[in-house]
């Protein structure tokens, strides 16, 4: 009963182990833009006919945000909110944080460690 005991414990922390040493990104679909982003790229999932998106474009471009646009009328645009499960557009990726819509205290929150001043 004890060995048994011992065997459930091992192996419990072994399953536990695994599941604490696993890298975030492991869980990511392919078409996440997480896998490129690391701990401070920026990308902005974004369409011409959105009007917040233009006006996240320009506060972004007015303040030397650097960043890379993926039009979701485009196929890796479309892929990418397939892969954040995403409803609307902006949406902002910044290192591993996902801004939904033209949220400016959240991007404010996520750009200023960056060294940005957007906001």
């Not at 599941?19 to 679909?29: E, G, K, R």
């Not at 369409?47 to 006006?55: L, P």
């Not at 471009?61 to 196929?75: K, P, S, T």
């Amino acid at each position: 009963m004890r060995i048994l005991g011992l065997l459930m414990i091992i192996g419990l922390a072994g399953g536990l182990h695994a599941l604490w040493s696993q890298h975030p990104a492991d869980d990511l679909h392919p078409d996440d833009p997480r896998l490129a982003t690391g701990e401070d790229g920026i990308v902005m999932l974004a369409a011409e006919w959105c009007g917040y998106c233009r006006r996240q474009q320009g506060d972004f471009e007015r303040a030397g945000v650097r960043y890379r646009v993926l039009d979701i009328d485009q196929e890796e645009g479309d892929l990418a909110m397939r892969a954040l499960r995403a409803r609307g557009v902006p949406v902002t990726v910044i290192g591993q944080a996902v801004v939904h819509g033209y949220d400016t205290a959240s991007l404010d929150q996520r750009l200023t460690p960056l060294g940005y001043d957007v906001y």
